[in-house]
């Protein structure tokens, strides 16, 4: 389907999207630079900062699940979007009236979290009710590649405004953009006459699918949240798919946990030679989710959801490969595959996802997947830092590629998937 032809109700979508991303990207990267320059801030406060950030992500991902299923996708992203330029807000005021600490920076960035959990959520199980079935690739691609421009563009634009003219400047920037989000989110509206998804009936942006039974509403939420864990475990092409995020995680900040020192060290970059290696990264990632459809057309689904797993073997190779031959540019093309192969998985995974999984559990599996992800993230930098201890940056190097062998091994191993030719049909 031609991005032209997506119902406009998705247009709506996208460009809210395009906005909530760079509003988040702009603000994450802004935060610690005023909590630098401003506050002299260290590395402690940094990490203090990083972690009411990430907070949110572990104990709101599956009430927000919850809530996605049960309430109106539309008003709980409105509601998200209004959270997050509430707390932007907030911060910009504290930053004009010479109020603002590190404390009202931690508190401030949790609150901005918290519409971020709810949006991640909500957005995922928002799409198959705005498109049909054979737009759901494609689509997720158009989100992902958004989300690819912000994470690219994001820090550099943060770094000139705070530069430029000032904190007060990317705060009020991502104030707009966040504001705006909601707006286009608005005009979405409760009842979507767009061509039924998966052969579902139409449902309402809203609220939970109409062939709900009442009596289900209103069954105790940890009833619920157990149904979601039950499908995911027993799907013979969910559960790969969350132990495989969950490994690729996991390896993914034990790498990251030792590339910046290592970098530093053994590759003889400085900070903007090892800057230019991450940015590499987010390059990737934009090229990975313009050719997503491409290889989604070229190749059997199951196929062009094991490529980002293989690729991500690959690119670790190469980042050991820097071991014997250190090089930044060596790197550099290893963290371009890290962007490139994964983004095709997240596009072609949350399409398998969305496939699978009734309309009315949808916000749960996301949440499900949400919350796995960003669990096992403080568990990978704990590891890699230990590792680094004991075995230095080189150890660090060789467990993640032990561990991007694993999440490999386990979506290869899937028989289910591997005979996956198009999109299978709903469990129920």
């Known amino acids: 389907m031609s991005s032209r032809l997506f119902p406009r109700t998705f247009r709506f979508l ?9 509003a988040e990207q702009l603000s994450l990267s802004a935060v610690p630079l005023v909590a630098v320059l401003v506050l002299g801030a260290g590395p402690g406060d940094i ?36 959270l997050r330029a509430l707390s932007l807000v907030g911060l910009l ?37 705005l498109v049909p079935r054979d737009a759901l690739a494609q689509a997720n691609g158009r989100l992902e590649l958004a989300r690819s ?10 770094g000139a405004l705070v530069s430029w003219a000032g904190a007060s400047a990317a705060f009020a920037l991502a104030a707009m953009l966040s504001v705006m989000a909601a707006g286009l989110l608005m005009r ?11 052969g579902a009936s139409a449902t309402s942006v809203g609220a939970a699918p109409a062939s709900a039974n009442p009596a289900t509403l209103r069954r105790h939420p940890w009833s ?50 090892v800057g230019l290696t991450l940015a590499a990264n987010g390059a990737g990632m934009v090229a990975g989710a313009l050719l997503a459809p491409r290889v989604v057309a070229a190749l059997p689904f199951g196929r062009a959801v094991q490529l980002g797993p293989a690729v ?29 192969g994964p983004i095709v998985w997240v596009i072609t995974s949350a399409t398998l996802r969305q496939s699978v999984t009734p309309d009315g559990m949808l916000g749960r599996v996301s949440a499900l997947f949400l919350v796995v992800n960003a669990g096992v993230r403080p568990v990978g930098a704990a590891l890699g830092g230990l590792i680094g201890v004991y075995w230095g940056e080189a150890g660090c190097l060789w467990v993640a590629l032990v561990g991007f062998g694993v999440q490999a091994g386990l979506i290869f ?16």
């Open 93 to 129: 005021a504290a930053l004009l009236w010479g109020r603002l600490s590190l404390g009202w920076l931690g508190a401030l960035g949790f609150l901005g979290a918290v519409g971020t959990v709810a949006f991640s959520v909500a957005a995922p199980a928002l799409v198959p009710v």
């Open 149 to 158: 421009v912000a994470f690219t563009a994001g820090p550099a634009l943060a």
């Open 188 to 198: 979405l509206p409760e009842s979507v006459p767009a061509t039924p998804p998966m």
């Open 413 to 428: 191993g899937s028989g289910a998937l591997r005979g996956l030719v198009g999109l299978p049909e709903r469990v129920g």
């Open 312 to 340: 991500s073997v690959l690119a670790a190779t190469l980042m050991v490969a820097t071991l014997a031959w250190p090089s930044g540019a060596l790197a550099a093309a290893s963290f371009f595959l890290f962007g490139a």
């Open 14 to 22: 996208a460009w809210a999207n395009l906005a909530a991303q760079s």
């Open 224 to 273: 619920e949240l157990k149904d979601g864990a039950r499908l995911v475990w027993r799907h013979p092409l969910l559960r790969p798919m969350l132990l495989t995020a969950a490994f690729w995680n996991l390896s993914w900040f034990v790498l990251q946990a030792a590339y910046v020192s290592y970098a530093v060290r053994a590759l003889g970059l400085g900070a903007d030679g």
């Open 47 to 82: 990490g203090a900062l990083a972690a009411a950030q990430t907070l949110p992500f572990l104990l709101l991902s599956i009430p927000f699940g919850l809530a996605a299923d049960r309430l109106s996708k539309r008003r709980l992203m409105v509601a998200a979007e209004a």
